[in-house]
């Protein structure tokens, strides 16, 4: 409720400021700039009442796609209609003796407000679906015998609920993992953000994913029914159950804290996986030991597990394996990201948050995921395919 009467408030500020500013001076521009905002604002109320009449099975992709459409929106709007009423009254504080207002502030919050909108619009059009690939090599020290090159492509944070009406978008990703002819196609967790629902028809896509060796995943904390709304703990492990079988069904072997060993040409590789349950701060681990137990002598350990802090909690130093798979992060969906500069406010978070890490001979690579989840956007922060090519010295 507090939060509908600050975005009304932000509403007829913004109008006043609109008036102060153009109505004098210029007629056009007031009726124009009055036009956009109405428009937007019509718009943003549309998707608010949607959002609070609903009353089907809230894991829908259309209803999770409408929850990200209003915290889009409200971003939109909300943001800049703060900047401007900010620099404005500020201007109107620092002339209340004179009367009116600094022009050139009220000017610096328009124009400001007008970026945050393109930005946001694009992040939302165009950047959520701008996938990029990174290509990867790693050396690992194994045995004397040097195997042919083996390739892993690894995508990870799908939150499938995001491709709804965009089907053909996660067909590309499918082909352009295909295209590589991996060995392994690996996924590090979160197939959905609330509810199994969201799967959707998505299963039929995902397992036209090919590689020589096989497709292996695990389920991440979204992928627990962490966040499903009202949900009993009975609920929680019904919507861990139902993903399992779906990601069973798109072609997975999903590894709940446990290892299969693949024969890889003559190489002996063990893929070990572990679960992820909670919510940041309070992040639980799958049991690594229960994982591995049983384990023999293998020349590859590559573990899958969705938090990257876990590499730096449970695997360097503790463990011999050769090289960690994360995803979780998301990079925040906003940041920078550059051939030589990358910088997110995930840093804050996970020392880990995108790229390739190595302590000693021990490797971590953090995926920053396809989907989004929460904002429907993506800042100069492009979903990731990774493509790990690495030969044993």
């Given at each position: 409720m507090v ?7 932000l509403?007829?500020l ?5 008036k102060?500013?153009f109505y004098k001076?210029?007629?056009p ?8 905002h ?16 609903y ?11 409408l929850h990200?459409?209003m915290t889009g929106?409200?971003?939109?709007t909300a ?6 009423c900010l620099l404005?009254?500020t201007?109107k504080l ?7 207002h600094?022009r ?5 919050g328009?124009?400001v407000s ?14 959520k ?5 990174e ?6 020290k194994g045995?004397?015998?040097?195997p042919?090159t ?19 978008r996660?067909?590309e990703?499918?082909?352009?993992v ?16 609330y509810?199994?629902?969201?799967f959707?028809?998505c ?9 020589r ?11 627990m029914?962490t966040?499903l709304?009202e949900?009993?703990?009975e609920?929680?492990k ?5 993903v ?5 069904a ?8 446990e ?5 890889i ?9 572990v ?5 940041h701060?309070?992040?639980?681990h799958g ?10 002598s ?11 802090n ?5 695997v360097t130093g503790?463990t011999d ?5 994360a995803?979780h992060?998301h990079?925040?969906?906003i ?9 997110s ?14 302590e000693?001979d021990q490797?971590l ?10 904002i429907?956007?993506?800042i ?8 790990l090519t690495f030969?044993m010295?």
């Amino acid at each position: 409720m507090v939060f509908i009467i600050v975005l009304i408030l932000l509403e007829i500020l913004t109008i006043l400021v609109l008036k102060d500013h153009f109505y004098k001076s210029s007629r056009p521009k007031f009726w124009l700039s009055l036009l956009i905002h109405v428009s937007l604002s019509i718009w943003l109320w549309l998707v608010i009442f949607k959002n609070i009449f609903y009353n089907g099975i809230f894991d829908t992709p259309g209803n999770i796609r409408l929850h990200m459409a209003m915290t889009g929106l409200i971003a939109a709007t909300a943001i800049p209609r703060m900047v401007i009423c900010l620099l404005h009254y500020t201007g109107k504080l620092f002339r209340i003796r004179k009367g009116g207002h600094h022009r050139w502030l009220t000017w610096s919050g328009l124009i400001v407000s007008c970026i945050i909108l393109v930005v946001i619009a694009l992040g939302t059009f165009i950047g959520k679906f701008n996938f990029k690939t990174e290509e990867v090599t790693i050396k690992i020290k194994g045995t004397d015998r040097e195997p042919d090159t083996l390739r892993i492509v690894q995508i990870s944070d799908l939150h499938l609920a995001g491709f709804d009406k965009h089907l053909n978008r996660l067909q590309e990703v499918i082909d352009e993992v295909n295209r590589f002819s991996p060995d392994l196609i690996i996924n590090t967790g979160d197939f959905i953000s609330y509810g199994w629902h969201e799967f959707d028809r998505c299963d039929t896509i995902l397992a036209k994913a090919r590689s020589r060796y096989g497709n292996f995943a695990i389920l991440g904390n979204h992928d627990m029914g962490t966040y499903l709304p009202e949900a009993s703990d009975e609920d929680r492990k019904a919507v861990a159950v139902r993903v399992n079988e779906l990601a069973t069904a798109s072609g997975y072997d999903v590894l709940n804290d446990e290892h299969v060993i693949v024969n890889i040409r003559d190489t002996r590789t063990a893929i070990i996986g572990v679960e992820t349950y909670g919510r940041h701060p309070d992040i639980i681990h799958g049991d690594l030991k229960k994982a591995m137990e049983g384990l023999d002598s293998v020349d590859l350990k590559i573990l899958l597990c969705h938090d990257p802090n876990q590499w730096r909690q449970d695997v360097t130093g503790k463990t011999d394996i050769d090289l960690t798979l994360a995803g979780h992060t998301h990079g925040m969906q906003i940041g920078i990201v550059t051939r030589k500069f990358r910088w997110s406010p995930s840093k804050y978070f996970y020392h880990e948050w995108n790229g390739l890490f190595r302590e000693g001979d021990q490797y971590l690579y953090v995926n920053r995921g396809l989907g989004v989840m929460a904002i429907p956007f993506r800042i100069w922060m492009p979903p990731e395919i990774t493509v790990l090519t690495f030969v044993m010295e």
